[in-house]
């Protein structure tokens, strides 16, 4: 109490006005103040990084033979983390991710410290993943892949194929694949792959009924799953093309998931070296370093990513979208697709992006028109139906991100002042109540006046 009446008794000497703050009020600035600076610092701090990405392997050893791979990551700006899979640190704590993008090379793990459902709300929370197999992969591995739709062959099987072999790595047993059976997309694999890709490890399949994942790397016809080695006695389950190597996912929520049946796909050994197939080709070096960069870009979301912008509709010759629309009215509808080419958004060109107008059933299906800007259009009238209506854009193709969109809007029928006074449809309906009027007045006059003569 005397610190402040002298402190009072300071200011009034000097002229000056003293105020005071309630000592609760300050408290609470400063601690509003706390959250604020360390948002503030969170954001600036993720502003400045790079994505953060965690690898976890079975053994720090395997880090050093996927050099390349490695490298050309961190080149790219990633984060990279790595861990072993019995003391892989959690993806998440208390709803908030400490890593945007997985690698998963840990085919062998068993414990407990990884579990499918980590996972798997790890994608659904929309963020990628890369998982490394292997012949040897346990149960684990094997239900991680079937949780993304992907299955492995059977245990102890390993993707072999005796046309199609390198023979400079190849220990007999054929079991080193020289693939050349690429996916045809611009956006995952970018340009074309003359080199063919080496592969050692098991053979994958999925249901093709599934929409949502495809096939990246596939066998030859000649390629078959089964244990090396063995005699074949019975129906083989994996064969010819439909020996998926590397699969890819495209959720619904944009998450990518890459699924690859080897772990040797990414080492050094395989990326660099001579390649002479069984089959007669021969190449200075394989086809794996670009083909593991160009999946991996597309797989974290450096390709084919697309952006949904200025969604417009409205009536012909105004700017702003009406309340309510009427029927046959004639609408204009609009919107904006970008790509992301490196770290720009450039104008994305195709010409088949369609508009549905929908109640129940769509009542138009157009395809829109692009210009060089990316901005595409369309004209239609309104149907003669009135009721709550959507304007729907559902976009998904192979290798690029679903575009969705939705806007309703009520179509209202006309106001009784806002017919036509005569319709022209009705002309022979007025034609024929005139002429019974007529004719009403003309058998009147010739029945009052008419005599008849005696």
């Not at 000649?222 to 244990?227: E, H, K, M």
């Not at 690859?260 to 021969?282: C, E, I, N, R």
């Not at 309510?324 to 010409?351: C, K, M, Q, R």
């Not at 806007?407 to 034609?431: G, L, N, Q």
Request: glycine share 8%; with cysteine.
């Amino acid at each position: 109490c005397g610190y402040e009446s002298n402190r009072s008794e300071h200011l009034r000497e000097r002229g000056c006005r003293h105020t005071t703050m309630p000592r609760d009020w300050a408290m609470r600035g400063h601690a509003l103040m706390v959250p604020l600076l360390l948002l503030a610092l969170a954001a600036a701090c993720g502003a400045s990084e790079g994505k953060r990405t965690l690898m976890v392997v079975d053994d720090p050893s395997d880090i050093a033979s996927m050099q390349k791979f490695v490298n050309d990551l961190k080149s790219r700006g990633y984060e990279l983390e790595f861990a072993r899979a019995a003391e892989m640190p959690n993806l998440e704590v208390y709803g908030v991710y400490h890593y945007d993008a997985l690698i998963y090379f840990a085919p062998q793990y068993e414990g407990s410290r990884v579990s499918t459902s980590i996972i798997e709300e790890f994608i659904d929370s929309g963020r990628d993943v890369i998982i490394g197999g292997s012949a040897q992969a346990g149960r684990l591995m094997r239900d991680i892949a079937a949780c993304v739709g992907v299955r492995f062959d059977l245990p102890r099987t390993v993707a072999l194929d005796h046309f199609h072999y390198d023979t400079i790595r190849d220990g007999g047993e054929h079991t080193v694949i020289a693939a050349e059976n690429v996916i045809d997309s611009k956006s995952i694999i970018g340009s074309s792959l003359n080199e063919p890709v080496l592969y050692r490890g098991a053979g994958l399949s999925f249901d093709p009924h599934n929409t949502l994942v495809f096939s990246v790397l596939s066998g030859f016809s000649s390629t078959y799953s089964f244990a090396p080695m063995v005699p074949i006695e019975g129906r083989l389950e994996v064969a010819g093309t439909k020996t998926v190597l590397v699969a890819g996912l495209q959720a619904r929520n944009n998450a990518r998931v890459i699924v690859s049946g080897s772990l040797d796909l990414f080492t050094d050994a395989f990326a660099t070296g001579k390649v002479a197939s069984s089959s007669g080709k021969k190449s200075a070096k394989s086809g794996n370093e670009q083909f593991v960069r160009e999946v991996s870009k597309w797989a974290f979301q450096e390709r084919g990513v697309l952006r949904l912008s200025n969604v417009r509709h409205r009536r012909v010759g105004e700017e702003e979208p009406p309340e309510v629309y009427t029927v046959e009215e004639e609408i204009e509808y609009s919107l904006e697709i970008h790509e992301l080419v490196g770290n720009t958004w450039v104008p994305f060109i195709a010409d088949d992006v369609q508009m549905e107008f929908v109640m129940l059933d769509p009542y138009w299906r157009l395809t829109l028109k692009p210009n060089a800007d990316g901005l595409y259009t369309t004209r239609f009238k309104a149907p003669d139906t009135y009721g709550i209506f959507q304007f729907r854009v559902d976009y998904h193709r192979l290798g690029y991100t679903g575009l969705s969109d939705s806007k309703t809007k009520v179509v209202r029928p006309y106001r009784h002042d806002e017919y036509e006074r005569f319709i022209p449809a009705a002309f022979p309906y007025y034609a024929s109540a005139f002429s019974m009027i007529g004719s009403v007045l003309l058998f009147s006059v010739l029945y009052l006046f008419h005599n008849e003569h005696k």
